[in-house]
């Protein structure tokens, strides 16, 4: 029988194990949390070098299996020298990411592919729009990046900085309080970030 406090605080204490930091399992374990909630309709996550064990890889599998969430480990690079896994509620849509993503590794930046991505991640119309603004025309300065580094998962436009943080960071950080009280700690504690007024 399914127990969301239960399989929420074993995905945290794997994450917390195995992860290269406190703060980079806390992240990964807000993102999960946004696309078993339904915020984020897929997540990208970048690999630890301990996920390479496979047994690891499959509890990490069974334990995103109890969300009802399927996940896809992509051994090719990102952009960045990294190996990435995607999550979604559906195999489907975690493989839409994963070619998303693929596409833009190899054939560059471009407003399509940021769009495509920017919906499968579930960000709102007003953050894609601004981010690809702001990364396709040479400036933009308005506070981008002080905004950027507030906030946790996506590039907030201008405009609607503090109604975009409500409507889909707000809600992730609320269930974390509730059910992953490790992360919750973890992420409150960097006052450089925005948390729960």
């Known amino acids: 029988m399914f127990n969301r406090d239960i399989s929420l605080r074993r995905l945290e204490r794997f994450l917390f194990r195995y992860s290269d930091s406190p703060n980079a399992a806390a992240e990964t374990v807000a993102q999960i949390v946004g ?8 997540m990208e996550g970048d690999f630890s070098p301990v996920y390479s064990d496979a047994k690891i890889l499959w509890r990490f599998t069974k334990i995103l299996e109890e969300l009802k969430l399927a996940v896809i480990f992509d051994s090719s690079q990102n952009s960045a020298g990294g190996k990435v896994f995607f999550i979604a509620r559906s195999h489907k849509k975690a493989a839409e990411l994963q070619d998303a993503f693929r596409e833009l590794w190899c054939k560059g930046p471009d407003a399509e592919n940021h769009t495509r991505i920017g919906v499968l991640l579930g960000y709102p119309d007003s953050a894609v ?17 002080e905004r950027g580094s507030r906030n946790r998962f996506y590039a907030h436009s201008a405009a609607h900085e503090n109604e975009e943080f409500e ?27 925005r948390w729960l007024n």
Not at 35 to 42: E, H, M, N, Q
Not at 129 to 139: K, S, V
Not at 181 to 189: G, H, I
């Open 35 to 42: 696309v078993f909630i339904g915020i984020k309709p897929a």
């Open 129 to 145: 729009q601004y981010f690809i603004r702001a990364h396709t025309e040479n400036g933009i300065s308005d506070n981008h990046m």
């Open 167 to 193: 409507a889909y960071e707000a809600p992730i950080y609320r269930q974390l309080a509730k059910h992953c009280p490790k992360t919750a700690r973890t992420l409150r504690a960097n006052s450089e970030k």
